[in-house]
């Protein structure tokens, strides 16, 4: 906003040249990621709704509690950890899945919507290149999304630790044990792990739907999920083989056991409420072929959907 | 300086051939009015000009291959692309920051300073504004846009006349200095025949007419001939002839000035009915090659 370009003297054609290098390349992309912010409000505006809904259904459950929430005493002690985090992790899990669906069906419109309403025209005219483009739409489901879940869900879990102490205090009961025992920035550190590896793992999904919704001219949903279930059914009826189908199973639901150590070190399984970080495995995710794989393929995807933009008109 | 300098200029979408050989040179400070029928090949050449499509032959617009070269072009280069492209769901203030955002060249006070001439609020979405707003919002982003090329098409498409008219003005006004070059098409010929100081006919893919307004007023001559000279200037060849009011209008090409005045009335012939004429004649060399 503060570019000078008004005070450039007209006549001087070198300082002219200049003029461009004194914006750095990131500019565009930044104010590219706000636009899409601006055009696609459900990035926010849904995970806010949810997390508003799951408080009040959580305060529901504080005035009328039900009967397995009444207290600790029938609980083994061993598990009183996991019944205490488990609002927090449901919180978190809801948040998740929902951030899951915006970011699905952000995707499948964002190189479409531009080409329906003809704005590709308009941005076009602006020095932003495609792949600038590409990156800006890319980053909603990769990065900003993820952070917004992030900050959504904290503030939510310490709304409802706030709840549940003024309930408690309310009652006439006390709050230590809850303080105590609640590994509230355990699990929020866990869900950042699970968020980053997520996202990862996903990251060749949300690539080929962008793809898919720079490519179709219409039916994107159609476009984006039957081409693979063809593949894995054409397999299946030539071969009597399913290994491209469980490759998309594995993409679907893969990451749990190379991102975490599912056993735990007494041998019982790790119950998805509360996972410890002990039981966080990133070198072993890091080291996996799947998130290599996976994440190679997601390049491509976004250097086709740059290139197929610089070709594409409105439709 | 050539702006855009072509030369063997090609499309062609499977069988059709929307630019057919197309040799062009546009210098500095000009304002040329690109003149066809609908599929014409004015829109391709445009885009080809933009760096939207591709294209066979040579194309260098300020100097650089707009296909490949297209992000370093748009820094010099701004377009309207047709009426309504701006996107529906964006708010006027939101507009001001993008380009500001991205836009090296873009002074946001000059922006700011023509939209305070509007009725536009910068709290409005596009979509509150009616067609003729839009449109002055748009042309005010792009006139704050410090480009060396601007093209337009079909800038005033749909827009009662008070809005076509401010359009032109504050473009001729405001906007272009001698250093700027604006490339316009449209089909509201009349309106633009004291704006430009070029034009160019086009027709299926090919240039049918290229000169300068100067140019133009010199060579063309359109004459209302009293009837009992119509032998006399028909001998001279006239390239069109119509009716009208019982009076025969008759347009030459290259006929001296002084001969005409002894058949009728003089002036020189607008742009719509110059097209009329030349299309004609392409039309009848098109349909004598058929026949042969």
Redesign the interface.
Known sequence: ?S?P??A?P?TLSAA?AD??S??PAT??L???M??EV??NRSIYIAPLAVAILGLCGFLVSLIWPVKHETGLMGIDPAYHTVALAMPYSHAAMLLLLTGLIVGIFYCLDALHG?RR??????W??????DLTTVLAKAAIPLLVLPLLLFAFTVVMQLIMLLLSIAALLISGGSAATLWRQLPLFQLQFVLLYTLAVSTLWYAPIYAWLLLVSGWARRAILVWAVLPPLAIAAVEWIAFHTSHFGSLLLNRLFGFAPDAYLLTMPDGSVVDPHFIPVSQLAPGRFLASPGLWIGLALAVAFLAAAVRLR??R??I | MNVIEAHGLRKAFGKTIALDRVDLRIEEGRILGLIGPNGAGKSTALNAILGLTSYEGELKVLGRDPWNERNELMRDVCFIADVAVLPRWLRVSQALDYVAGVHPRFDRAKAESLLARTSIKHTSKIRELSKGMVTQLHLALVMAIDAKLLVLDEPTLGLDLLYRKQFYDSLLNEYFDRERTIVVTTHQVEEVQHVLTDVMFINQGRIVLNCSMDQFETRYQEVMVHPERIAAARALKPIHERQLFGRSILIFDGVDRQQLAALGEVRTPSIADLFVAVMGQAGAAGQKGAAL
């Open positions: 906003m570019t370009s008004g450039i007209e002219q003029a461009p004194a914006m500019r565009p930044y104010w590219s706000r636009r601006w055009e531009e309403d003809r704005s590709i025209l308009f076009k005219s602006l020095p932003v290149s610089r070709y008109e409105p």
